[in-house]
């Protein structure tokens, strides 16, 4: 809500929801960590029981202390299936509501925003994987609103084209193909994929000023990485690539020097700052 009051309304009330969210993490923290687990409890009542979808979005928005994600990330695979995660201990329906797409979305948004890539499409692909398998029996072409703890469904009221199983369909473009929008309409974008061990990815996102279209190319063994991206004119963003200790990276086939006054190194990676228009970035390997 601040986000969009800064982009679209008043200050003023930005300023006190950033103070409400502010308040609410500090409560959270006050009332429901356990140190103990090294994550958050179910409730003040029930700090022992583990539950998925609290502590997915804690990571998703900063809330765990820093240093301390990794203990919430292993304590969440605790929870995990061969079909997914479960919700937690205490909280599957009877009637086979077990393992729920909703918080498995937002387990694996988390995932991604801690940088735990690998884990966060592991968890996607156990979760959804079967959901468009054309060779499994549930198969409808769509996302299905929950599973059982086999992986199937024995609800006869099961919805198998559910739009709230749809967080795939949002995280493979904002952090696997890597864009998103940084102010209203995309005026601002950001690019800036998390290839994990994948090796491409291609996409193309409708905004207010015209298509973004970027594509990626990754091979973990030699260290290159391929990017070219297609930004709307009357437009800025930030291009961020992943980088090593000996990597060369070229511009539109120059080197990346001459970008120095618009490029910072950031946290293994390279972000340059750049106006609409068309880039090929390459890195490599000296």
């Not at 024995?154 to 199983?165: D, E, I, Q, V, Y």
């Not at 930030?238 to 000996?246: A, E, K």
């Amino acid at each position: 809500m601040a986000w969009l009051e800064r982009s679209a309304g008043s200050t003023a009330l930005a300023d006190a929801d950033d103070a409400k969210a502010d308040a609410i993490k500090t409560a959270a923290m006050s009332k429901l960590w356990n140190p103990a687990v090294g994550a958050y409890g179910q409730s003040s009542s029930k700090p022992d029981v583990l539950v998925e979808d609290a502590n997915a979005l804690a990571l998703q928005y900063g809330f765990v202390p820093a240093g301390k994600e990794a203990g919430v990330l292993a304590a969440m695979k605790t929870l995990w299936t061969p079909y997914g995660a479960i919700m937690g201990p205490g909280l599957q329906d009877p009637t086979g509501h077990t393992i729920e797409p909703f918080a498995n979305g937002m387990e694996t948004a988390g995932r991604f925003a801690s940088g735990d890539t690998a884990g966060a499409l592991d968890l996607m692909r156990r979760t959804w994987g079967p959901m468009i398998d054309k060779k499994n029996p549930l198969y409808t072409g769509a996302f299905w609103e929950f599973k059982n703890s086999t992986g199937g469904v024995n609800r006869a009221t099961a919805s198998l084209a559910h739009g709230w199983a749809a967080s795939p369909s949002v995280q493979l473009t904002e952090q696997l193909l890597g864009v998103t929008a940084v102010s209203a309409g995309y005026q601002s974008w950001s690019i800036a994929p998390r290839p994990g061990t994948v090796r491409w990815a291609s996409g193309a996102v409708p905004t207010a000023y015209g298509t973004i279209k970027t594509e990626w190319t990754s091979d973990p063994k030699s260290g290159r990485f391929t990017l070219t991206a297609q930004t709307p004119a009357h437009t800025t963003g930030t291009i961020t690539v992943p980088v090593g200790r000996n990597s060369v990276i070229t511009v539109n086939g120059h080197a990346a020097k001459d970008f120095d006054s618009r490029a910072k190194t950031s946290g293994g990676s390279v972000v340059l700052a750049v106006p609409g228009g068309t880039y090929q970035i390459t890195v490599s390997q000296r």
